[in-house]
């Protein structure tokens, strides 16, 4: 069984930076596509930044490119998420999911993910 734990969330302005990890407890992690994921009240989940196995291709939406960078270090099981220039409606409670993947690929479908974390809130205020 895979858990993920989120931390880093935080209260913070507009315009500052906040890096979230996802702490993985399987090993070998390198074998896991990773992606983030948050949802604001009343909102659907929307998957924000995305990671492959093991060549570290990226793929952010639009909504967040230029600000967000998912990075990974499998020897130590994480997953970072750092946020810059942060804007009021990022406000959410972010995910991380993971998903063994032997294809090496992007997965953005949320429903394509066998394991998901608790969550840690992120709040930016105006």
């Known amino acids: 069984q895979v858990q993920l734990v989120e931390s880093g969330g935080g209260l913070v302005q507009a315009g500052a930076s906040l890096r979230l990890t996802c702490s993985a407890t399987?090993?070998?992690?390198?074998?896991?596509?990773v992606g983030w994921f948050r949802q604001a009240p009343g909102k659907e989940r929307e998957g924000v930044s995305f990671i492959s196995v093991s060549d570290g291709k990226t793929y952010y939406p639009d909504s967040v490119k230029g600000r967000f960078t998912i990075s990974r270090d499998n020897a130590n099981n994480t997953v970072y998420l750092q946020m810059n220039d942060l804007k009021p409606e990022d406000t959410a409670l972010y995910y991380c999911?993971?998903?063994?993947?032997?294809?090496?690929?992007?997965?953005?479908?949320?429903?394509?993910?066998?394991?998901w974390g608790q969550g840690t809130q992120v709040t930016v205020s105006a």
């Open positions: 399987v090993r070998p992690f390198f074998t896991y596509a």
């Open positions: 999911a993971a998903k063994d993947d032997p294809f090496n690929t992007i997965v953005v479908i949320p429903r394509s993910y066998d394991y």
